[in-house]
C-alpha cells in the first residue's frame, strides 16, 4: 500500500510541479490549477453523459 502511495504522490507532484513552470506560479497555485482542471473535466464528462442519457429516453426518440 505504501509503495502505491508514494507513486500516486510523486506523479501528482510532478504534475503540480509541471504546471507551476509552465505557467510560472507557485506550487500552491499550482495544485489548485490542476484540481479545478480535474473538475472541469468531470464536468464536461457529465454533461456529455447526462445528453446521452437524454437522447435514450423514449420521449427524446418520438419528439426528435
Known amino acids: 500500500f ?3 502511495l508514494d507513486v500516486r504522490m510523486e506523479k501528482a507532484f510532478i504534475n503540480v510541479h ?3 513552470k509552465k505557467y510560472s506560479i507557485d506550487l500552491r497555485t499550482a495544485a489548485f490549477v ?3 482542471g480535474r473538475v472541469a473535466e468531470a464536468f464536461e464528462m457529465r454533461g456529455s453523459l447526462v445528453w446521452l442519457t437524454e437522447l435514450k429516453k423514449p420521449s427524446a426518440i418520438c419528439d426528435g
Open 2 to 4: 505504501r509503495r502505491e
Open 18 to 20: 509541471e504546471v507551476s
Open 34 to 36: 490542476v484540481s479545478v
